[in-house]
């Protein structure tokens, strides 16, 4: 079956360069149309889309953020890599990896959910 | 970027009650609509993929409509366990957006 789980660090400092990692299972980001995408979700606000990374290395960011938004993939260890630099208290939020199945945009399976918060 | 209006952004009703979202895109989006419930400390689950499709194993009380700029999400029969937030997210060719989301009590 399907599952994802996000990974990397609980707190961050003001200026510190975040590095989030959602290992999946179940399908195969080398499958044509196949896509991986990251969300977060402020605490009590609602889902922001962040970045998404194609089957064939296509990738895709938010306007608002694309300057400080990495995304890549290791197919080899069914793993998408998101950075996101400069990162400021505002940034506080559970991240979210998600499943875009093949030909369609819209996020059939999602990971748990890892909350960063920003302080010093 | 398009921008998607979500309303109301909370309401209360009754069990059994009949409940309408609305999402409004701030240019022709298509039927690339997809509304999801989020439950309180969980990740949000897809219920409604390209304006009107039920997805997999969601209770047919859930529907969709709608294609170019607005669009209706509805709950026929409002149950107990049909408190969550829910939210519309637009693809656009480029990029995607969500709703500001809709919070659903019971009265």
């Known amino acids: 079956q399907v599952t994802l789980k996000e990974s990397g660090p609980a707190l961050v400092k003001p200026t510190q360069t975040l590095t989030l990692t959602c290992t999946f299972s179940g399908f195969s980001l080398t499958t044509s149309g196949m896509r991986v995408s990251w969300i977060r979700q402020p605490p009590g606000k609602a889902l922001e889309w962040l970045a998404h990374i194609d089957w064939d290395d296509d990738k895709f960011y938010s306007t608002s953020l694309k300057t400080r938004l990495t995304i890549s993939k290791d197919t080899s260890k069914n793993q998408v890599v998101l950075t996101m630099t400069n990162m400021d208290p505002v940034d506080t939020a559970t991240y979210y990896c998600?499943?875009?199945?093949?030909?369609?945009?819209?996020?059939?399976?999602w990971g748990q959910g890892t909350l960063v918060t920003v302080s010093s | 970027d398009i921008q998607m209006t979500q309303s109301p952004s909370s309401l209360s009703a009754s069990v059994g009650d009949r409940v309408t979202i609305t999402c409004q895109a701030s240019?022709?989006?298509?039927?690339?609509l997809n509304w999801y419930q989020q439950k309180p400390g969980k990740a949000p689950k897809l219920l409604i993929y390209?304006?009107?499709n039920l997805e997999t194993g969601v209770p047919s009380r859930f529907s969709g409509s709608g294609s170019g700029t607005d669009f209706t999400f509805t709950i026929s029969s409002l149950q107990p366990e049909d408190i969550a937030t829910y939210y519309c997210?637009?693809?656009?060719?480029?990029?995607?957006?969500f709703g500001g989301g809709t919070k659903v009590e019971i009265k």
């Open positions: 998600a499943r875009i199945p093949r030909n369609s945009y819209y996020f059939d399976f």
């Open positions: 997210q637009q693809y656009d060719n480029v990029t995607l957006t």
């Open positions: 240019q022709d989006i298509s039927n690339y």
């Open positions: 390209d304006a009107s």
